[in-house]
């Protein structure tokens, strides 16, 4: 026909033109090919990129472990196996529940067969297996257990150092404690976080702590140990405390870290810094004495003494019989506001700076005026943590520097002295606390607190608790702030107690003196061997030798200085 | 083995297996089991999760098999003239269950494609495009064979009845994939270069307007062309897949994707196949769509018949088209458009018109001899060869 040429030319174009169509699928497989191999095999340039920080960080690499000081473990991550079971799979949930039972023998039964018969596509069985349960439970051979891999956190200390260490939430994010401060880190870094934690002295002073806090049926305590030239923190107890791996179960009490979060009136303790400003600023010498016959009454407000001698005092006298009337009348010498510039000096209106996210915020009376001055010498109306004492009671005795509290140990600064803290008190000042602190011990409100060989000097106080704006008689807050040895100190140590009831060996006292102090003297008789601190005998007291001469009634220093 | 033997059998089958393109077949053959172990890796989490029982998918892939494969069979053992006059009458029919589809199927997600027939769901759109293939190379063919004989006219209607009965459904994508075979076999059919840039500026305008007038076409451009803007889940999770199958893959059931993707026993499982296989077992199945695409065209090189290469053209096109736009979705080489993957994913409609083309693929690539071709309507018959 005629038009026999046309389709022959046109099966011609249209076979080229389908081999053209052809290359381009071909292009277009290629390129499938190459993104194939683009992803699996160096995991996708870009497109990969926008999603990678879900799941493979926490993957693959694991939460680091924290230790103490010396290396122990106080946290790690460890792999465990959770169980898990869908119930539509089980035909006799009462068979399989003996069973599980038997592998688990702390699950409960009846609670067992419920879960399994719930006909729930999912329920937990256990979420931290050992090897050998999960070996066991996956011998059962029932389809309906499945197990998943998880990290759990496990804290081997347990409560020991629960309210420093802190927890995370099952998805292994800190929420409290170090565990929070230092989350990113934790969760980036490989290496061990070291704490400045003595597992040893922690055990030391949480056991003296849970002693008293028994004996004098305390609802609560507080320790610190803290190295005076570094600002670490050896040992930092709360008490009560809590399992750190189920802090659910925990009352919010418990969890509530009382060393650095609570704020107290920390009672006479504060007289060593009252005492130690009116030193510093001269106001006052050792020989300086005030009338304290008569009860100081400012407007409402009546200051009177706790072991009131009724005559006039000399300073170390006010100070070792914790004379409110004495350190008012010591305190009225630096006028208006020296006291308030003092303590904001050594920190007491900021919290402290550590690295935990449970600060306390101070509570001090703003505006500042004459009575809190007198008030504030005693350490009435104004509200601290026990950290912020322990930390100024270390500049106090360390000749004078004001340390940064440190809880993660960081050789750069453990090795720098306290050449880099602020100057709060003069050298002189400093040995002349240490003097003061030294005859509380030897002459005073203090003595329960004789570690023997260990030169221990310190300072009582007993706050009665402000309860909804009234100060509770028999509820107190009981502490001895305390430093070793007084020759050279080393270590602050503070102990507390919440709430102490006189005990039938305290003749009715549940003081200070009879409750803090004897927990520090067991600490200090403890704790100073394992530092190589050598017990000297001779040496006890020896900072107190010639204040005899301060003193009306002074047996004791007498006898000490007539002894060397 | 058995071709001398094969030589001298008469039989219907004798004669197919002689002729057949038997590598094609086995090709055909590879991907239809790699299939049904593919759903059955993929499909229980997906029932399960939408609370069917684990090898619902799989039971019912496996039932849908033997009508496609009976349509395979069916369709190549045809000779030309009934592959165009099957295909004119699924053109028609699968055209008026569209139609019907529109008035009395079941809105699913926003559109009626399905009808309910003899107690099984029917997407009829999956049969308008290998019958389109077919119906509109004959139209064209028959054009250049026969004057006065309309049938580019024709053929332009046809398509013109199908994608606009499909834009109502609506069912963008299958619109799109239509009009490529259909584009495609216009061009091959010898359009003027002209043309074919006007005509592809149209289908850029095309594009383009889409993206204006329709807000899911927009955000779905706009979430490929900045990954980071919007919801990217499938295509993230189908990205995580492919890397974490690696070389070697997870193993067969190892892998996780299925048990995030909603549909990853259809339009994602090129990922539960790079995650549970690797990367060895995907590049084979790319090589094995390669390798039709290629042996089929080779076949066809030295036909000197218009329909055969035109109509082959087409369905090439679709099988091409689809498996790329399948892959490229989920490697985010292309914007994420829900397409099956022929032979592999999940979908009694999809699978039967699967085999339906290739069973037409198949035959047009069958070696002349044999079965009768119909003299009356090839120009080429009549020419200069009568046997290839």
């Not at chain 1, 006479?268 to 130690?276: D, E, N, P, R, Y």
């Amino acid at each position: 026909m005629n038009a026999i040429p046309r389709p022959i030319e046109n099966i011609r174009i249209a076979k080229s033109r389908m081999g053209f169509a052809v290359c381009l699928f071909l292009v277009g497989y290629l390129a499938v090919g190459l993104r194939l191999a683009d992803l699996t095999l160096l995991r996708g340039g870009d497109g990969t990129a926008i999603h990678t920080p879900q799941k493979p960080a926490i993957a693959q690499s694991r939460r680091a472990d924290i230790t103490d000081r010396n290396g122990t473990l106080l946290a790690s991550a460890l792999e465990m196996a959770a169980a898990y079971a869908d119930t539509t799979l089980i035909k006799e949930p009462s068979i399989l529940a003996n069973d599980i039972h038997a592998i688990l023998p702390d699950e409960n039964k009846d609670k067992l067969v419920k879960k399994l018969s719930s006909g729930k596509k999912f329920v937990w069985l256990r979420r931290d297996l050992t090897p050998k349960q999960e070996y066991a439970l996956n011998a059962l051979g029932s389809p309906a257990i499945n197990f998943q891999s998880e990290d759990r956190r496990i804290y081997p200390a347990g409560a020991l150092t629960a309210h420093i260490v802190g927890y995370t939430d099952i998805d292994g994010i800190g929420i409290a404690g170090i565990e929070k401060s230092f989350d990113a880190s934790l969760r980036d870094k490989n290496a061990p976080l070291q704490l400045t934690l003595d597992l040893r002295v922690q055990h030391i002073l949480r056991n003296a702590l849970q002693k008293r806090m028994k004996e004098f049926s305390a609802v609560g305590a507080t320790g610190i140990v803290m190295d005076v030239h570094t600002g670490e923190i050896i040992a930092m107890v709360s008490l009560p405390d809590f399992d750190p791996h189920k802090p659910g179960d925990a009352k919010s009490r418990q969890r509530f870290s009382t060393a650095t979060l609570g704020v107290y009136e920390m009672g006479s303790t504060f007289k060593l810094f009252s005492t130690a400003a009116a030193l510093e600023a001269k106001q006052v010498s050792f020989s300086t004495s005030f009338d304290t016959k008569e009860p100081i009454r400012y407007g409402r407000f009546s200051i009177n003494d706790y072991h009131a001698k009724r005559r006039r005092l000399t300073v170390p006298e006010i100070f070792i019989y914790s004379s409110n009337i004495g350190t008012a009348r010591i305190a009225q010498t630096l006028g208006e506001t020296g006291l308030r510039d003092f303590y904001a000096k050594l920190g007491f209106f900021t919290p402290v700076p550590v690295d935990l996210p449970e600060r306390g915020k101070p509570l001090y009376p703003r505006p500042w005026k004459d009575i809190h001055t007198l008030t504030g010498s005693f350490g009435h109306g104004i509200a601290v943590t026990p950290l912020h004492i322990t930390r100024a009671a270390a500049a106090l005795v360390n000749g004078g520097i004001l340390v940064t509290p440190h809880i993660i140990k960081d050789n750069a600064t453990s090795l720098s002295p306290v050449a880099q803290g602020l100057r709060v008190v003069s050298a002189d000042t400093s040995e002349a606390m240490r003097k003061l602190m030294s005859l509380t011990v030897v002459e005073g409100t203090g003595g329960k607190a004789k570690a023997a060989g260990y030169d221990v000097g310190g300072k009582t106080g007993t706050a009665e608790k402000n309860i909804k704006g009234r100060y509770v008689r028999d509820k107190l807050i009981s502490s001895f702030l305390a430093a070793f040895p007084m020759r050279e100190p080393r270590y602050v140590v503070l102990a507390s107690l919440d709430e102490p009831k006189p005990s039938k060996n305290s003749h009715g006292y549940a003081t200070g003196g009879w409750t803090g102090a004897p927990v520090v003297g067991e600490v200090v008789a403890q704790m100073a061997p394992l530092y190589g601190i050598d017990p000297d005998f001779d040496a006890d007291g020896m900072m107190t030798r010639g204040m005899e001469k301060y003193l009306k009634e002074g047996k004791n220093v007498a006898a000490l200085s007539a002894h060397r | 083995m058995t071709g001398r033997m094969a030589r001298s059998d008469k039989s219907v089958l004798g004669l197919w297996w002689r002729n057949t393109d038997r590598w094609t077949f086995a090709a055909f053959m590879a991907l239809i089991a790699a299939g049904v172990f593919l759903v059955s890796a993929a499909s229980p989490s997906v029932a399960e999760r939408i609370g069917l029982a684990p090898f619902h998918f799989v039971k019912r892939h496996i039932v849908f098999l033997f009508p496609a494969l009976g349509a395979l069979l069916a369709m190549s053992l045809a000779s030309r003239q009934t592959l165009w006059r099957v295909s004119t009458l699924v053109f028609s029919g699968s055209l008026f269950l569209c139609i019907l589809a529109i008035f009395m199927g079941p809105e699913i997600k926003g559109a009626t494609r399905w009808v309910h027939m003899f107690g099984v769901s029917l997407q009829p759109s999956e049969f308008l495009k290998p019958s389109l293939a077919i119906v509109s190379a004959w139209l064209m063919a028959r054009h250049h064979d026969r004057e006065n004989f309309p049938g580019y006219q024709l053929s332009i209607t046809a398509f013109l009845i199908a994608a606009g009965v499909l834009l109502v459904q609506p069912d963008f994508g299958m619109t799109f994939v239509l009009a490529c075979i259909w584009g495609a076999q216009l061009f091959m059919a010898g359009l003027p270069l002209l043309l074919v840039f006007v005509l592809g500026g149209l289908v850029v305008a095309g594009i383009i307007g889409a993206y204006i007038m329709l807000p899911h076409v927009a955000s779905r451009i706009d979430r490929f062309l900045d990954p980071a803007a919007g919801d990217n889940y499938q295509v993230q999770k189908s990205l995580d897949a492919f890397g974490n199958g690696g070389l070697f893959g997870t193993g067969p059931a190892h892998g996780q994707v299925k048990l995030k993707l909603p549909d990853a026993h259809a339009d994602f499982i090129f990922a539960v196949i790079g995650e549970e296989l690797g990367l060895i077992a995907t590049l084979l199945l790319v090589s094995v769509f390669c390798f039709i695409i290629v042996r089929s065209f080779m076949r066809i090189r030295h036909s000197d018949d218009l329909f055969v290469v035109l109509a082959t053209g087409g369905l090439l096109t679709q099988l091409a088209l689809q498996s790329l736009i399948h892959m490229g979705s989920s490697l985010q080489l292309l914007p994420a458009k829900g397409m099956t993957l022929p032979f592999i994913s999940y979908g009694g409609s999809s699978l039967i018109a699967t085999g339906f083309s290739a069973g037409l693929l198949l035959a047009l690539t069958r070696r002349r001899a044999g079965t009768a071709p119909d003299p009356s309507w090839s120009p080429v018959f009549r020419g200069k060869k009568a046997h290839a």
